[in-house]
């Protein structure tokens, strides 16, 4: 196997975030369930903007997000996403190229424009998105570039993949590229009402060993196996064999393999601001350090480091250099 | 004379903000000076962009962040100024009606694009503007509407409107309509390069009665009178008759009438991120103050705490109610 020239390669939707503060009046009259992700068509994401609040404008995406923390962490980072060639995709171009991440799917010169999620924030930091796919919806397998695929220690895809309808076709050629080459599969659940749409075919993911890494939040986990109860849901994890990474906001994260379960606390903050991107942050840190050969818990700590910075402003990019914070707390990225 | 049905009206150049951390170094290469602002053609804007680091979108302009920040503090603001009908302008025209304030300015249908201030903001937090002035050289007398001026308790101009040329006779054009109403007529000096570029005819407007209100930082002030002692400045400045509220970063600001000098204290912060707005922010609680029938201290106080509100983030837009802020330190706006 040759070495890697990628920590890790992101694979999903491309998208730049319309964020704007709201009061949790506004989620109930417009029948938002706080929290979730809600796909909407153009002719719904039109209305839901003229009645929102100033907005700051983002870059964001999921995994897009993670592979910019890993830039940001000091690692290396490679992304493969749709855009149009419209002014938001040239500025999610733009931005995460700028921070060092390898970045050259081709933009679709027509058709529907780039995608964007209009994330609504509350006084207790939560976020609401709504998402309109737009231009996500092309990613197809010939997107997937087996090279930089070959090239990338761990590939990582996320859930919300699942809902353009050819990106599935480009995720099991990704996958299927990455473990011909040696390298690991990594999955995050993305939302508890992803995994609603999806249950079976995460489930067969995790259980065919498509999946090396699983990464969820408790309620995803808890949805993935149809549970109430966080232990259930974890002990029925450890019998499928993947090694897991499940957040639980403040009360830290827990790492899951054969080998047992292991807890690991928060990175403590000053003021919470916007929770846009703690997962994905998260995500950069222990998959990055997954990739360095750290172990469960530094990589974990790393996620944790990184997830502190995101929710202290708004937004799902980093404002300070990551790299500089793990450093502070004692862990060197070379 | 009618009641007004605005307290501020705005006129100013409409521009979009992409706002950038960058390390000082980067401003000594691209030979920027540091907390000015500088004109940009579309060939610089580009080259710029492609060069500095993931950016942050969100609407500004001088005199729309002052009028938006009136809004937040509970006043009625109005705004004048030129986008082009393209994606930026769509999101510039959305913020500012967003949060109440009235924007009816006919956006143009072709030539150039909104304008964008690309802006780094260095570890010290201080702000350097690259504008370029798209659209907003298409503004015009046209575009004055005299019944939204004659409604307005104080019509307010930011000096860099001096840089589109047309822009001049707009103003000229508002200002006589705003004193024949019976209103005031307030300016900003917007940068102590933007007065060298036109200091005999801001000289010239407060000498021949066009200004009522006049507002500076003590680097513009300095610059009107081309002199290095804040005090002889000040003592040119009460000669020439104006009211005028002179701010001076953390160590508050001055207003000068005939009646003497006051000096008003800054407001306390946790945490300097982001100067950008600083003087626009402190415009709004100013003239809101003003308009209101605020007495001098009680009209810088509420400017110092719009100020205080938005450098703690990125971006001149605010993120919290100021009037809530202003409550909570014992000024009520009804």
Sequence with gaps: MASSKYDVLGIGNAIVDVIAFTEDDFL???????????LIDEAQAEKLYQSM???????????????????SLGGSGSFIGKVRND???QAFTHDIRAIGVHFETKPADKGLATARSFILVTPDGERTMNTFLGACLYLGPDD?????????????FEGYLWDPE?????????????????????LTLSDSFCVDRYRDEFRALITDCTI???????????????????DSAVDAL????????????????????RNGVQAIPAQPIDRLVDTTGAGDL????????????????????LGAIAAAEIIQHIGARPEARLRDLAAESGITIS
Excluded: C, Q, W
Excluded at 57 to 63: F, K, L
Excluded at 239 to 250: D, K, W
Excluded at 282 to 301: E, N, Q, T, V, W
């Design 212 to 230: 090396d890494i699983l990464l969820a939040n408790e309620h995803e986990l808890k949805s993935l196996y149809t549970t109430s109860d966080f």
């Design 53 to 71: 609040g100033p907005a700051t404008i983002i870059s964001g995406g999921s995994a897009a997000n993670t592979v910019v923390g890993v830039a």
């Design 166 to 186: 050819d990106a599935k076709i480009a995720f099991r050629k990704a996958a299927s590229i990455a473990h011909a080459a040696g390298r690991k599969v990594a």
């Design 28 to 38: 109930l009259s417009h029948d938002l369930a706080k929290g979730s992700m809600r």
């Design 238 to 257: 450890r019998n499928e064999g993947p090694m897991a990474v499940v957040t639980r906001s403040a009360a830290g994260s827990v790492v899951v393999d």
């Design 282 to 301: 998260f995500a950069s840190g222990f998959l990055l350090g997954h990739a360095r050969g750290f172990d469960h818990r530094d990589a974990a700590r």
């Design 144 to 156: 997937i570039d087996p090279a930089t695929v070959e090239a990338s220690e761990i590939s990582y």
């Design 87 to 89: 002014t938001l995709g």
